[in-house]
């Protein structure tokens, strides 16, 4: 894979997460701004910081298992490494336009 | 960040039992209140009025926030719970010594089986009061919201204390003051202590993660802490001392500071939200914090702030604890049912489904018909209740407690609702 190839394959990862809601708020992860960084490495590996809009969120878990099950479904073969950061901490500012529609 | 926790929360079964009982103590009171020849046209110092109350108390908002701190915890103290066997154990003992303590009163049984009641609900708190402190010792991070549940966890243990005393002066006579003084001391500690103080440190935890909001003015937070607590103590030295009522308008005084501050902080944080459409349970949240002035503007009634007939004081005192009671607390604890017990039971039933099957929402769980019927009826029988306390109308207070039978049922259905959710029915 070209680094072009790389870059357009991250981004379909990340619309695939869009699949991944926080049942509490009901949007997706992507558009909470939840995700800092993901990185494919052209060879099944995907890496992700992830955050929670709080550190002891009851659903991080619950939201860590889902993407790697999203991902899975489809690529099954990836391994999906989550690294939980908290710095800088996750304001609402993160949340996308898309993301604040949903909110009404 | 390696080693944190996001897996803290207690197996449901700790928690679901307090709710289920929760929602057939709110029938029962409803039913008791139909029973009781209106008791709330009595005075307020009578058997029948004082079991009503200690099933709301207890039975009812107690017991339901017991189960709900109990899933709190980990988010407010970001650690898990001491211990859940302790807290199953503390169900059962609450459970079985509430029933027996308004069964005393019922019956008008103050000095023989009431002593009794009183010392096995003291020991069933102290159980719950000891898991939440060990587990508050646990806490790596000592918040403002933590500060405020455990001082509340505190008064809390006070408010039993005094009422176990005050049972025990029924059969063994040794305190120096009437009854109705020490009554009032134990119910003040109780609703400001205990309630209040519980219900800001979990209320402002989260009422902004439900609003989405953020950078809120967290000294309003500490000042509403110290001037609460500053109230409780002069109202405490007072009451076991000198007794003069200018020291009671201070105490007061410094609580209505506290409580404006709080209430800043949660305006502050709805002015603030992303989310800009409230669901059926912040709809009950936001009016259960608008209705907190209520007992306010009654308890200057009831100090003798504004001029008022004797005659008049009695229905004051009642409001005033209706007020508290059903006005705030149990408005608070309806809407915030949905908050929790769907988000409990969802996690629960879907956390190893989830990216694997279509999942419904947590709110999905319940029914939203059945939640806005309750809403309604729930505010056409505060506002009934409350006409009829001051007018003394009883055909006021009958239809009122008709309709709080009616709301006490459309929870309990929405209840087990979600209880009874079957994965299979939701695939």
Known sequence: ?104 | MQGLQTNNAPHPSVIIPHFIFAAVSLIGVAILLLCSENALLQVYFSGKMIAITHLTILGWASMIIFGALYQLIPVVFETSLYSERLAKVTFYSLGGSVLFLCYSFWTNSFAVLLPYAALATFISLLLFVINVFLSYKKSPRNKIESKFIMMSIFWLAATELIGTLIAFNFKFNFLSEIHLHYLKIHATVGFVGWFLFLIIGVGATLLPMFFISHELNRNWLKKSFVFLNLGMLVMLSNGFSVNEMSLEIVAFSFSILGIVYFLSYIYQSYKKRLRKKLDVGMRYSALAMALLVLPILIFTVVLKVVPIADDFVNRAVILYGFSVIFGFVTTLILGQTYKTLPFIVWLHKYQKLVGKTKTPLPRELYSEKIATAQFYSYFLCLILMAIGIITQLSILLTIASYLLLLVGVLYTINVMKILLHSTKKAA
């Open chain 1, 1 to 104: 894979m070209t680094a072009e190839d790389i870059m357009l394959f991250e981004i379909e990862l990340l619309e695939l997460l869009k699949e991944v809601i926080d049942p509490e708020i009901e949007i997706n992860i992507v558009d909470m701004g939840l995700i800092y960084n993901l990185t494919y490495d052209g060879e099944g590996i995907v890496n992700i910081d992830l955050t929670f809009s709080t550190p002891s969120c009851p659903l991080g878990d619950t939201i860590m298992t889902n993407i790697r099950e999203t991902i899975n479904q489809k690529h099954p073969d990836f391994i999906v490494s989550i690294d939980l950061v908290f710095e800088p901490k996750w304001t609402p500012a993160l949340i996308s336009d898309e993301g604040r529609k949903m909110l009404g």
